[in-house]
T-cell receptor, first 114, second 113 residues
Framework: NAGVTQTPKFQVLKTGQSMTLQCAQD?????MYWYRQDPGMGLRLIYY???????DKGEVPNGYNVSRLNKREFSLRLESAAPSQTSVYFC?????????????FGPGTRLTVT | AQSVTQPDIHITVSEGASLELRCNYS??????LFWYVQSPGQGLQLLLK??????LVQGIKGFEAEFKRSQSSFNLRKPSVHWSDAAEYFC???????????FGGGTRVLVKP
């Protein structure tokens, strides 16, 4: 049981390049999330998916797209990377058992855009 | 809109001393409250959560937190810190049973020997 996995762990992009961050969970969770973490700002929600086939914008969606490929996988795409997107990106999935609702986080992807 | 404030950006504490991290939230309904810990280079791990019931909740690693509705606070405490408690701590408030979380800016804890 690997929990939430993310690839890659590190990435350096040039301005204007595109890339996709991959996330997978093996806990059979319905909800999945993408956050970005910047110093002093905590984690901010980019997009989330409450179930397979649905996605919704979070607090900071501009410049990103997502795909909920199936119940396990939720990818985040940067179509044209900008230096402002330099950040650490976390994927999470949510346990929905009665009395829990905990979100489980992956180890993160550190992205630098030059 | 919900919001979370963690007033202390950094806290330095001696090993064996007590620790209290402050968290104030703004939310219209009954909040779902969480504390997460992030060790360097790692993802976030849940320490404890509050949904309802007893306002003093116990978590992992010897942490506890107290929900005070009148003060809109959910402060985290540990009676005696260990060097391994050096990390960044995040308070979060959730809506609709935690479907979306809003995080505070985090408090970085440094433990002195």
């Amino acid at each position: 049981n690997a929990g939430v996995t993310q690839t890659p762990k590190f990435q350096v992009l040039k301005t204007g390049q595109s890339m996709t961050l991959q996330c997978a969970q093996d806990m059979n969770h319905n909800s999945m999330y993408w956050y970005r973490q910047d110093p002093g700002m905590g984690l901010r929600l980019i997009y989330y998916s409450a179930s397979e086939g649905t996605t919704d914008k979070g607090e900071v969606p501009n410049g990103y797209n997502v795909s909920r490929l199936n119940k396990r996988e939720f990818s985040l795409r940067l179509e044209s990377a900008a230096p402002s997107q330099t950040s650490v990106y976390f994927c999470a999935s949510r346990r929905e058992d009665s009395g829990s609702y905990e979100q489980y986080f992956g180890p993160g992807t550190r992205l630098t855009v030059t | 809109a919900q919001s979370v404030t963690q007033p202390d950006i950094h806290i330095t504490v001696s090993e064996g001393a007590s620790l209290e991290l402050r968290c104030n939230y703004s939310y219209g309904a009954t909040p779902y409250l969480f504390w997460y810990v992030q060790s360097p280079g790692q993802g976030l791990q849940l320490l404890l959560k509050y949904f309802s019931g007893d306002t003093l909740v116990q978590g992992i690693k010897g942490f506890e937190a107290e929900f005070k509705r009148s003060q809109s606070s959910f402060n985290l405490r540990k009676p005696s810190v260990h060097w391994s408690d050096a990390a960044e701590y995040f308070c979060a408030v959730g809506e609709a049973a935690g479907n979306k979380l809003t995080f505070g800016g985090g408090t970085r804890v440094l433990v002195k020997p």
